[in-house]
């Protein structure tokens, strides 16, 4: 048990506020890896909440604990692209240095071993997060030689045998290897802003309505995938009425395949926490949180100082810019792994110490947020895109994407290609272009927008004929097909949060890939809603069938039909939770045809001789033989 | 009109749903003159002598006797009808599917408290008793099962309606009274 | 007539005063929509999902959704009816819901639903999860095989202090709900009691009585849930 004295000052730092709950166990986390009986009673009585109640929060993230977790603990990311880079290897690897198996403590307590979904280091799999620093391109060797080292009791940090990654990633406060790849700058990327122009002088030039009007103006979207026009966002939360206003910086990047938010934090912060500041000020907010996901802690420190050196120099804080009452600050709060965070409501349920459970809208949390007041949550990139539109225009901003979508957007591209990273492209590019962009051969298929997205192909269709498009893409048949031919990145296309996975032909797409993310989905939804609770779990086993040779041809349509239950949950998760399976049979239905029993119309999974295995082992073998004898 | 031929079996059930069929009272003479009976319990008819039009299954299946004789139904039966809650899920021996089967034969033949007598620690396994399986399966995921009636037991009313609805090729009408699954 | 706005449900068109829900117009006006999660007093959580209707397309929970003048909401129609029968089928193959066995057979709201939508079967395969029966609490007996998360208990079921002797565990499908250990102790009976009468299902049991209710007199035996 942690000391009481020790939670007592700890519960006191956070003022016995039970809406910082994640903060405090954050912090006792940091004293033992693990929440035991006594130290959560503690909890409860302080706060005057039942046990149960502080559980219901723990046992929510994937980083907190109930159970004791080693000295040192190994999350080795699950991502597809990791699995495409012999993660086996390295989990086998992990498996036979430590002496345990996946998910175990060993013995000695001293090593944690766990899986843990994307990390957001798709393009430098396989990758692992020990006690909060990164590891990544891990081969079989490095494992030995970090176990090695862990045994022998080493700092973790000592353990970079490697050189820092590019640019700020060898900042003394990060210290990381991780790598920035970035393959193509644009209008955002570009470096041609000087830090803190707009909270220096432009912010004099624009009246908050007029902020507001050229981010309308410049049709901005959301860029963390559901893209809700910004402009408008930033309007509904001015005009709600409250004590505060809060903007959020949403950086829990968790759709998997999606890194670009880690890139632009670190190579970008001022102009996030500008972009923030922007914010607030178009819509005379006073409170600002940067929500980290705990993937990316290795950043807290160095993020931390970026924030003390705008308070210095009164970017953040009172009157900012010279502006009579313009006070805005910002405070990072960190998440303990949970993907559904990355959905604005659960968000603001998991600021407020909650499990992150998305809320029911109406009200949304414009009109109330983060502890009721009027929020404006917005994605990383959203933000950064507003700075340089606010420097140099919405003019000047329409003038690049195409007319439904206006702009450039990152992309996070990984899996078969020769050069992954980050991308920053104009709306309305091709598929085709940005596959010669990264290097990619020998295209099967491509994820678009991460497990929620699609599975596309980039194939040409244009030589079938109709009939045989309608065989393979029913229902949609030539809809589809038309559109194949050239897809393009755009909101009437594909619309997508950046997040791009290639797989080439020799990847087995249903069982390698579409399995992968039915695994995550099920993983990570937050169980709240009867349907995504279920159905990934139940689809995923039809899919098991169907590749097991058991399937029929009701099957396909069973799953299409079963999908349509998962379009009545609250979240956007939960809506798109079916989405591998479905999108896989619109777009490579001949896959799953491939599967199906011609002759058969109805077949379970039933097999009488493996159910009778247990038993004729149980019975037949030794107790036979003695009462024989 | 020829008489429609229906055999029953019980396979994991208790017999009740069996029973709930003579609760059609004297329905049961309408019945016998539109239906004949082949293989069933009630006739003690061991195995089927003509193709059947509604073979009626009683129970899930809970070991490999079972699932042969609901096999065979299926290959002689035009209509399969799953008839009662353990047919249709398992009922109440699927209540063991939460416990792992080797825990299940220990507490009932070794280590429970009414085994004293069982010194050697003998076990079930001649050749002669059915195997047990892993865990109980509604008949539906073992073969394939044209109707599910509802019931522990089926009310005789819905037997009877789904009887004569399925004998004179009507729609049936299903009252809310009638579908009840204790 | 500032407070008044008019919707229209699958073509009625209904007056109803500003400020309600779908579900509580609806419910005022004899319309039935299926829930299960929805508990009246309690703040609605729409969990279960079984209200979608749809508005202008889009599905929606009645039980959290306010109306607003001019809507159109479909409610009784073939697409809708069968989502929420899958819902309800997916209940039953996820938990382990043993009828003929359970105290609050015959007063069952899932059951209910399922008779109103006639489940002969779950198109479902039955999972049969393993699931834990909690029977330290000397008042409850939380059976997990039975629970379908809706979250009434957590919501209704507190002490004087405000603390929940109810909440969730886990995640995913591992989400369960748990009692308080400490408090499932010390729970009074009329606490217990009302745990038992709140939950829709069979999975809080007030020990020491059951099946006092014969069959043919319970609640949705003759009924159907909603009239």
Redesign the interface.
């Known amino acids: 048990m942690i000391e009481k004295s020790l939670i007592i000052d700890i519960l006191q730092q956070h003022k016995n506020d039970c809406t910082r709950l994640m903060d405090i166990l954050l912090d006792l986390h940091k004293i033992q890896n693990y929440m035991d009986k006594e130290t959560i009673?503690v909890l409860a009585e302080e706060l005057?909440?039942?046990?149960?109640?502080i559980?219901?929060t723990i046992?929510?993230y994937h980083f907190f604990s109930l159970k004791p977790r080693g000295k040192y603990n190994i999350y080795l990311t699950d991502s597809i692209t990791a699995n495409m880079k012999n993660r086996k290897a390295i989990l086998e690897a992990f498996e036979r240095e430590c002496g345990t198996k996946i998910n175990n403590v060993t013995p000695d307590g001293l090593l944690g071993l766990y899986t843990t979904s994307c990390i957001g280091m798709n393009d430098q799999e396989p990758a692992a997060i020990i006690n909060d620093v990164v590891f990544t391109n891990l081969t079989p060797y490095r494992v030995k030689e970090l176990v090695k080292g862990m045994r022998a009791g080493e700092e973790i940090k000592d353990l970079i045998y490697e050189n820092y990654g590019d640019g700020n990633n060898a900042d003394p406060d990060v210290e990381s290897m991780v790598s920035n790849n970035i393959r193509k700058k644009s209008i955002v990327l570009k470096k041609d802003y000087e830090t803190y122009t707009f909270v220096k002088s432009g912010i004099k030039k624009y009246t908050p309505t007029e902020v507001i009007k050229e981010i309308e103006n410049s049709n901005l979207r959301g860029r963390g995938g559901a893209g809700f026009p910004t402009g408008l966002k930033w309007r509904f939360g001015s005009q709600s009425q409250g004590e505060h206003r809060v903007i959020i910086c949403n950086a829990d990047e968790g759709e998997p395949g999606t890194f670009k938010d880690r890139v632009l934090l670190t190579e970008y912060p001022e102009m996030v926490f500008e972009g923030m500041t922007a914010a607030a000020y178009a819509t005379g907010s006073d409170i600002g949180v940067l929500y980290l996901r705990y993937e990316y802690t290795y950043l807290l420190k160095f993020l931390k100082r970026i924030l003390n050196e705008m308070r210095k120099k009164n970017f953040l804080g009172k009157n900012i810019g010279g502006i009579e009452g313009f006070d805005f600050d910002i405070r990072i709060q960190l998440g303990a792994g949970?993907y559904i965070c990355g959905e604005e409501s659960a968000l603001i349920e998991s600021m407020e110490g909650k499990?992150g459970e998305p809320r029911?809208k109406?009200p949304f949390p414009v009109e109330k947020g983060y502890l009721g007041y009027p929020t404006i949550v917005n994605n990383v990139e959203t933000l950064v895109t507003a700075v340089k539109i606010l420097q140099n225009g919405a003019k000047w901003y329409s003038g690049f994407g195409t007319n439904d979508s206006l702009g450039t957007k990152l992309l996070s591209i990984s899996g078969d290609c020769k050069f992954p990273g980050i991308y920053e492209v104009e709306w309305g590019t091709p598929l085709t272009e940005v596959m010669e962009m990264c290097g990619a051969e020998d295209v099967q298929a491509i994820q678009v927008g991460g497990p929620s997205g699609m599975l596309v192909s980039l194939k040409d269709l244009s030589h079938l004929n109709s009939t045989q498009l309608m065989k393979w893409y029913k229902p949609s048949g030539m809809e589809v097909a038309e559109r194949y031919i050239d897809r393009r990145l755009s909101y009437s296309d594909l619309p997508t949060g950046g997040s791009i996975i290639i797989f080439n032909n020799q990847r087995d797409l249903l069982g390698e890939v579409v399995m992968n993310f039915m695994e995550f989905f099920?993983?990570?939804?937050?169980?709240?809603?009867?349907?995504c609770?279920?159905?990934p779990?139940?689809m995923k086993?039809k899919l098991q069938k169907i590749l097991d040779g058991h399937g029929v041809k009701s099957d396909i349509e069973?799953l299409l039909s079963?999908g349509?239950?998962l379009?009545?949950?609250?979240c956007g998760l939960g809506q798109t939770a079916g989405n591998p399976i479905l999108s896989s049979i619109f777009n490579f239905r001949h896959l799953y045809e491939k599967h199906i029993q011609s002759l058969t119309?109805?077949d379970?999974v039933?097999n009488?001789e493996?159910?009778?295995?247990?038993?004729?082992k149980?019975?037949?073998k030794e107790?036979?033989l003695?009462?024989l004898q | 009109m020829n008489k429609k031929v229906i055999a029953t079996a019980s396979l994991a059930g208790c017999f009740g749903c069996h029973m709930s069929v003579l609760d059609i009272d004297e329905r049961i003479l309408d019945l016998i003159e539109l239906v004949e009976f082949n293989k069933s319990p009630i006739d003690d008819i061991k195995k089927f002598t003509k193709p059947v039009d509604i073979g009626i299954i009683e129970g899930g299946c809970c070991n490999s006797e079972n699932v042969e004789n609901l096999r065979y139904f299926r290959e002689n039966c035009k209509v399969l009808i799953s008839l009662g809650e353990c047919a249709i899920m398992g009922g109440l021996p699927a209540m063991r599917n939460g416990i792992p089967l080797e825990e299940c034969l220990r507490e009932a033949y070794l280590d429970g408290p009414t085994v004293q007598l069982n010194k050697e620690g003998i076990l079930p396994n001649n050749e002669e008793l059915p195997q047990i399986l892993d865990r109980v399966v509604p008949c539906h995921e073992v073969v394939k099962i044209d109707y599910f009636l509802p019931g522990c037991p089926p009310r005789a009313d819905l037997i009877w309606d789904a009887l004569y609805a399925l004998i004179s090729e009507q729609p049936m009408n299903i009252p809310y009274e009638v579908i009840k699954f204790d | 007539m500032e407070n008044q706005i008019k919707i229209v449900i699958d073509g009625r068109e209904i007056t109803a005063e500003k400020g309600k829900t779908i579900l509580e117009i609806a419910r005022e006006n004899g319309i039935f929509i299926p829930t299960l999660c929805h508990f009246k007093g309690a703040d609605p959580k729409a969990n279960c999902r079984v209200c979608t209707i749809k508005i202008n397309n889009r599905m929606m929970t009645s039980c959290t959704t306010p109306a607003a003048d001019g809507m159109e909401i479909e409610n009784e129609t073939p697409e809708l009816n069968d989502i929420r029968k899958s819902i309800i089928e997916l209940l039953f193959v996820c938990g382990n819901h043993f009828c003929p066995t359970c105290e609050k057979s015959g007063d069952c709201e899932l059951q209910a639903l399922a008779y109103r939508y006639q489940m002969m079967v779950p198109r479902f395969p039955y999972d049969f999860p393993q699931k834990a029966v909690d029977s330290s609490s000397p008042k409850i007996l939380k059976e997990q095989n039975r629970c379908i998360s809706c979250k009434r208990c957590i919501k209704t079921i507190k002490d004087e202090k405000g603390r929940h002797y109810f909440a969730f565990k886990n995640r995913g499908n591992k989400l369960e709900v748990v009692l308080d250990p400490d408090m499932g102790m010390e729970i009074s009976d009329k606490l217990a009691q009302i745990a038992m009468k709140n939950c829709p299902v069979g999975s809080i049991i007030y020990k020491g009585k059951g099946f006092d209710q014969p069959i043919g007199t319970r609640k949705y035996d003759k009924t159907p849930i909603g009239g």
């Open positions: 009673s005057d909440l039942s046990r149960a109640e559980e219901e046992s929510f949970a499990r029911d109406p099920i993983e990570e939804s937050c169980g709240s809603c009867s349907t609770r279920n159905m779990y139940v086993n069973d079963w349509k239950t379009k009545a949950s609250r119309e109805y379970t039933f009488l493996n159910s009778v295995q247990t038993y004729q149980f019975v037949h107790p036979v003695f009462h």
